[in-house]
């Protein structure tokens, strides 16, 4: 059974940091992509980072220069690191990882900013 645990998320002050993580079990098939999303209250989940094709990495506009995305293939486990925070950040953060037989999410790991 796949399983995505992520965790950091939590109350941090404008202008600080968080390193979020997303620990994968149970995934035998190759991974093809992933990935951290967010969704804000009342919003659409949107794309935040992720490794593409090739290890690249590919960032959400708002987030360029701030957050970075990391993997520890040995560990399973998924970064991401988020600086310079902002009210607008505030989310709740979910990774995605894509394999040849499917897509699957973690539970959602809460990260509220304060102005």
């Known amino acids: 059974q796949v399983q995505l645990v992520e965790s950091g998320g939590g109350l941090v002050q404008a202008g600080g940091s968080l390193r979020l993580s997303c620990v994968s079990s149970?995934?035998?098939?190759?991974?093809?992509?992933m990935a951290w999303y967010r969704q804000a209250p009342g919003k659409q989940r949107e794309l935040v980072a992720s490794?593409?094709?090739?290890?690249?990495?590919s960032y959400a506009d708002s987030v360029k220069g701030r957050f970075t995305i990391s993997r520890d293939n040995a560990k399973n486990t998924v970064y991401l690191q988020m600086n310079s925070l902002k009210s607008e950040d505030t989310a709740v953060y979910y990774c995605?990882?894509?394999?040849?037989?499917?897509?699957?999410w973690g539970q959602g790991t809460q990260v509220t900013v304060s102005s």
């Open positions: 995605k990882i894509v394999t040849m037989y499917g897509y699957y």
């Open positions: 149970g995934i035998s098939a190759t991974i093809n992509t």
């Open positions: 490794f593409i094709s090739g290890g690249s990495t």
